[in-house]
């Protein structure tokens, strides 16, 4: 079993939808990174949360510390969102530097 | 604005050459990452360095070795590609370790191995 599952593993939507992407780990964390890479390559940091809430813009990302849970969410979804988002953790050691993947979520918006 | 720059973004190698990847980031980040990115696999991570001159093994390592001589710069060096190191290979950098910090990504250099 991975110790960062993502849900779903692909997801499509219609322009102005409501979207939550799921993150779950398995091990002590001391932060949640969510990521997006859009096609051609880059990925771009969105948020890093170790408690609460966030929100940028139309993204809000959320953790549940005790359930080891983090759901990431687009309100008004547009077709510039399509990409695929990423969690990753930082699991409590001495060094956090090396951070588990989850294997991503496909997201496509439709006009 | 921060800023990760890998050299190439598209390179076509065949096999057995001698391959270069250079990244450099502007942040005077100590901590430097190489991963690979292939299609069902998520990110691997092949090397990273925490410090100039200063190495440790990533999860898939073989194949490759890394550089530091610089602070601002990070290399990753197929000593001889072989066409199973196709992939897409993608530079990070993040602060000291020991915090929790932002990691930043290069836009990624495709590697083709023929």
């Known amino acids: 079993k991975n110790e960062v599952e993502q849900s779903p593993q692909n997801l499509t939507a219609q322009e102005g939808e409501f979207i939550t992407i799921n993150c779950s780990y398995s091990?002590?964390?001391?932060?949640l990174h969510w990521l997006q890479q859009h096609p051609g390559g880059g990925i771009v940091s969105l948020f890093m949360?170790?408690?609460?809430?966030k929100k940028h813009g139309r993204l809000i990302a959320t953790i549940n510390i005790q359930e080891k849970h983090s759901s990431l969410h687009i309100t008004a979804s547009h077709p510039r969102d399509s990409a695929v988002y990423i969690c990753?953790?930082?699991?409590?050691?001495?060094?956090?530097?090396?951070?588990?993947w989850g294997a991503g979520t496909k997201l496509i918006i439709k006009p | 604005d921060v800023k990760v720059t890998q050299s190439s973004r598209y390179l076509v190698k065949r096999t057995g050459e001698k391959v270069f990847l250079e990244c450099v980031q502007d942040m005077d980040h100590e901590n430097m990452f190489w991963y690979r990115q292939d299609p069902g696999l998520g990110l691997r991570l092949i090397y990273f360095?925490?410090?100039?001159?200063?190495?440790e093994k990533g999860d898939i390592p073989e194949g490759y070795s890394v550089s530091r001589e610089k602070k601002e710069r990070f290399s990753l060096i197929l000593e001889s590609a072989s066409t199973n190191q196709t992939s897409m290979y993608l530079c990070?950098?993040?602060?000291?370790?020991?915090?929790?910090?932002?990691?930043?990504f290069g836009e990624g250099s495709w590697l083709t191995v023929v």
């Open positions: 091990v002590g964390i001391s932060a």
């Open positions: 360095s925490y410090d100039v001159k200063m190495k």
């Open positions: 990070a950098s993040s602060l000291m370790k020991g915090k929790r910090n932002t990691i930043y």
């Open positions: 949360l170790s408690s609460g809430k």
């Open positions: 990753a953790v930082s699991p409590n050691m001495d060094s956090n530097y090396q951070l588990i």
